[in-house]
């Protein structure tokens, strides 16, 4: 078979010049079409760049596109340019042509089978937005999402082509709306949430592996180090000449001799003489050192390979844990933390004199990075983490986050260092596309390959991921969790701690816009809050209203406990009191006497507000007939003066005399 095609960008260089700059040349062949011409029939391939493929790139099949000889040149430009352009990943261009053939495609072959271009008018668009709306053969319809990606990828298609000089007049009947399910309502639903209790298991145990590798890494290394100049680890791949005898027996008081017994040797040894440190059976039974070979191959000594390659690099799975604690402290996407760079993060000094770890693709580069590091070392400040790591699925929009940073073995900056220190020596011989990610490790089994997470939005699609997790998971007895419920998790929190306030949930979120993150990451668990909040303010104002105003949430501080009548105390049941049982308590001033009654002996407010509740007695002899102020506010004074008052300490009480409050109501 043969390619028919016009000259790309690359062959065109190549035919006038030299080209040795990989980088040119990669640019210069991404994100290409290919006419191929078989036996059979055609096919058309859209080439992009995927960096886990045999060349760094892969060919995904668009002939469907053929059945539509006036549409595939213009529609198969417009995908190419688009994708080059926004550097999209290959996961995003493949999506985006699965939506062409499976939404307008589809379409065209039931409604135009023959359309040109110039066919495709605001009409026959609007037609195809009915069609979208309709019920299926299987009684099915589109949820909205769905009808939104199939309406978007042929929009932006067909908005490149009326911006090219060559396309744009075969288009001046097509007029696009800006919003097209604006009045339809969003059927998504929420990702569910990690139930607490296995959310702060996950936590310990992502805590405990991550202290243990750090540990079993670094001692493995100074074991290693220590030993770089000894003369059996610098010697060259030799191997003793009487460690067997003319028969072909070895002589077993040379191989008891065997120095690598020592596992500190064994590791200087394999710095030295092993290429990139990809540790393979296979590649070490090729050299001469056979007495190094057997303390590698069998696991009597040092666990073999499975144990002693976490000097030089880690495998998928023992960066699991490290993936999930960023994860849950960063609130991140799946794909954004798994495609994090390293120059993403850094650590610096903040406005307020803390130290923090920033990561920002857009305005760090490496120079800087080093030089802000080595001074804030010799500072030896506090610090914070920022973390700016990129959303494929918003226009790469960086993700700024901004964290403590600490040298606590589960903190964002500590796992940062600690991952960049671990894959130094593998990171020098990485792919060119790989080696500035932050998770690089060598694959288990057949070939060792340097490889990092393909990052897409689930776990499925990446199969050392995938099999990491459940492993993790397995060796935990935890229950599978998938990647992207730690966002949604993590920005719920925010929710709980912030009292549902939005903006702190948007920003948390990264999000453009407050309606987004209402959308889709209003939880379950925050409808129930919400339903709760709004439950308490109708009792509340239920209380007020019926107290008269002497019942008043309004002007009491945040930390004060709204169930509570009197202003200053606490109540460990509110609905079920002596004074209103069933109901909230509205008994205002009686608190001093009631067995569910609290107050907190180290607040000076609480302090205040019973020192006030007493000067409102009194006061209220003045008011009350005798009889009936001995019988209802007497026994309350009593429990004032003789519990309550003597219990706080002459340091709250000197506090709480610099508050001024205001007279509470009259009692009754």
Avoid at 52 to 76: N, Q, R, T, V, Y
Avoid at 84 to 104: H, Y
Avoid at 368 to 376: D, F, R, S, T, Y
């Amino acid at each position: 078979m043969r390619i028919k095609k016009t000259p790309s960008a690359y062959s065109q260089k190549r035919e006038a010049t030299n080209i040795t700059d990989f980088v040119s040349e990669k640019a210069a062949r991404s994100y290409r079409i290919e006419l191929v011409e078989g036996d059979a029939r055609q096919r058309l391939d859209f080439v992009v760049p995927f960096e886990a493929a045999p060349g760094g790139e892969k060919a995904i099949d668009i002939s469907w596109l053929l059945d539509f000889p006036m549409l595939w040149e213009p529609f198969s430009e417009a995908l190419a340019t688009s994708a080059r352009l926004a550097a999209n990943p290959f996961v995003t261009v493949d999506g985006r042509c699965s939506q062409l053939k499976n939404g307008f495609i589809s379409y065209l072959r039931v409604a135009a089978p023959n359309a040109a271009l110039s066919d495709i008018t605001t009409a026959l668009f609007e037609d195809f937005i009915v069609w979208l709306r309709r019920t299926r053969s299987n009684g099915t319809k589109y949820k909205k999402m769905s009808k939104q990606h199939f309406q978007m990828a042929i929009s932006a298609v067909l908005e490149y082509l009326q911006g090219t000089e060559k396309w744009k007049h075969q288009l001046s009947e097509l007029a696009l709306r800006s919003n097209y399910w604006r009045d339809e309502t969003d059927d998504r639903k929420p990702v569910e949430i990690i139930p607490e209790e296995t959310y702060r298991d996950i936590y310990i145990a992502c805590k405990k592996e991550i202290t243990a590798t750090m540990a079993k890494v670094r001692h493995q290394r100074a074991l290693m180090q220590a030993k770089m100049d000894n003369p059996v680890a610098r010697q060259g791949d030799i191997f003793p000449a009487d460690a067997y005898y003319a028969s072909g027996k070895f002589n077993a008081k040379v191989w008891k001799t065997n120095p690598y017994t020592d596992v500190g040797l064994t590791l200087a040894a394999l710095k030295h003489r092993t290429p990139g440190v990809i540790l393979s059976i296979t590649e070490l039974e090729k050299m001469q050192d056979k007495m190094l070979l057997r303390v590698v191959e069998d696991n009597k000594f040092f666990g073999g390979i499975p144990t002693i390659h976490s000097c030089f690099y880690p495998y998928a799975r023992e960066l699991i844990p490290f993936v999930l604690m960023l994860s849950i402290h960063l609130d991140y996407n799946p794909e954004t933390v798994l495609k994090s760079l390293m120059k993403d993060y850094v650590i610096r000094k903040n406005e307020v004199g803390s130290i923090e770890l920033v990561a920002s693709p857009a305005n760090i580069n490496r120079e800087q990075k080093e030089k802000l590091e080595k001074a804030h070392e010799a500072q030896g400040l506090e610090a914070e983490i920022l973390a700016r790591a990129k959303k494929g699925r918003s226009k790469n929009t960086e993700q700024k986050q901004i964290r403590p940073a600490t040298d606590d073995p589960d903190n964002p900056a500590c796992i940062v260092k600690f991952i960049e220190e671990w894959t130094a020596y593998i990171r020098e011989v990485a792919q060119p596309a790989t080696q500035g990610r932050l998770f690089l490790f060598v694959t288990e089994q057949g070939d060792r390959v340097i490889r990092s997470f393909a990052g897409y939005s689930t776990a499925g699609n990446d199969k050392p991921l995938r099999n990491g997790l459940e492993r993790f998971y397995k060796d935990h007895g935890l229950p599978h969790v998938a990647l992207n419920r730690f966002r949604t998790t993590g920005l719920d929190v925010t929710d709980a701690l912030f009292e549902g306030d939005i903006r702190a949930k948007q920003a948390a979120g990264n999000h453009a816009s407050p309606e987004t993150t209402y959308r889709m990451y209003t939880t379950t668990a925050a409808q129930q809050r919400g339903d709760e909040f709004l439950g308490q303010v109708g009792q509340l104002r239920k209380r007020w209203r019926e107290s008269r105003g002497k019942v008043d949430p309004r002007n009491r501080p945040d930390r004060a406990d709204m169930g509570a009548a009197t202003p200053g105390w606490t109540c460990a049941d509110p609905f079920s009191g002596p004074y209103t049982p069933n109901k909230l308590c509205s008994s205002y001033g009686s608190c001093p006497a009631c067995p569910h009654a609290g107050i907190t002996l180290d607040d000076a407010y609480a302090c205040a507000q019973a020192w006030n509740l007493l000067n409102a007695i009194d006061d209220a002899a003045a008011e009350i007939a005798p009889d009936a102020w001995l019988t209802r506010w007497s026994p309350i004074k009593k429990k004032l003066l003789e519990v309550w008052l003597p219990r706080f300490s002459p340091a709250v009480v000197e506090k709480a005399r610099t508050i001024t409050l205001a007279k509470l109501p009259l009692l009754e």
